[in-house]
T-cell receptor, first 113, second 114 residues
Framework: GAGVSQSPSNKVTEKGKDVELRCDPI?????LYWYRQSLGQGLEFLIY????????KSGLPSDRFSAERTGGSVSTLTIQRTQQEDSAVYLC???????????FGDGTRLSIL | ELKVEQNPLFLSMQEGKNYTIYCNYS?????LYWYRQDPGKSLESLFV?????AVKQEGRLMASLDTKARLSTLHITAAVHDLSATYFC??????????????FGTGTLLAVQP
């Protein structure tokens, strides 16, 4: 079956622009996570969605970052007024329920010029 | 705050040799995961360890968990080139709470030389 799908796979943009990254989780998975992987910081948790519960936003690095999940499925991570330190690979993961193994997408490689 | 440490960060080994990667974590958690990442690729789940004393094996890889020592090991037996990748351990950062966000170790870059 289909895995976690992320788009775009690569994004290059100028500093100060807004970007939107998309994640399609595995069908039926109720939990969805965003992580960021960068050379300096390794793999970091950003935000978590579970069903209709309020998301856990504790990992978002600044108020320029936001995410939503519509209809309990597709999620969009938005970064406003991008900075060079936002350059990283943004990974999305989903799991069947909260305490189940997480399956990762291929990520979006974001480069800020 | 949960911290996860892996060592070594880089491991160069010859084919046929054995070695162990270590993963230490700082606070109580009974769920530990091992992932593999090939260059430019995403994370592939290898093992989920759910209880103290858990041991899982897949091919030349074996993972174990000691929750009392807060230590997991990933043992490589008779390494082959195809095992070259970066290996991450990850621990749930809010065990028993509302989120099972993963806190990742730094990763171990494994290079198996012919």
């Amino acid at each position: 079956g289909a895995g976690v799908s992320q788009s775009p796979s690569n994004k290059v943009t100028e500093k100060g622009k807004d970007v939107e990254l998309r994640c399609d989780p595995i069908s039926g998975h109720t939990a969805l996570y965003w992580y960021r992987q960068s050379l300096g910081q390794g793999l970091e948790f950003l935000i978590y969605f579970q069903g209709n519960s309020a998301p856990d936003k504790s990992g978002l690095p600044s108020d320029r970052f936001s995410a939503e999940r519509t209809g309990g499925s597709v999620s969009t991570l938005t970064i406003q007024r991008t900075q060079q330190e936002d350059s990283a690979v943004y990974l999305c993961a989903s799991s069947l329920y909260r305490a189940q193994p997480q399956h990762f997408g291929d990520g979006t490689r974001l480069s800020i010029l | 705050e949960l911290k996860v440490e892996q060592n070594p960060l880089f491991l160069s080994m010859q084919e046929g040799k054995n070695y162990t990667i270590y993963c230490n974590y700082s606070t109580t958690s009974d769920r530990l995961y091992w992932y593999r990442q090939d260059p430019g690729k995403s994370l592939e789940s290898l093992f989920v360890l759910l209880s103290n004393g858990a041991v899982k094996q897949e091919g030349r890889l074996m993972a174990s968990l000691d929750t009392k020592a807060r230590l997991s090991t990933l043992h490589i037996t008779a390494a082959v080139h195809d095992l070259s990748a970066t290996y991450f351990c990850a621990v749930e950062g809010n065990y028993g709470g509302a989120t099972n966000k993963l806190i990742f170790g730094t990763g171990t870059l494994l290079a198996v030389q012919p």
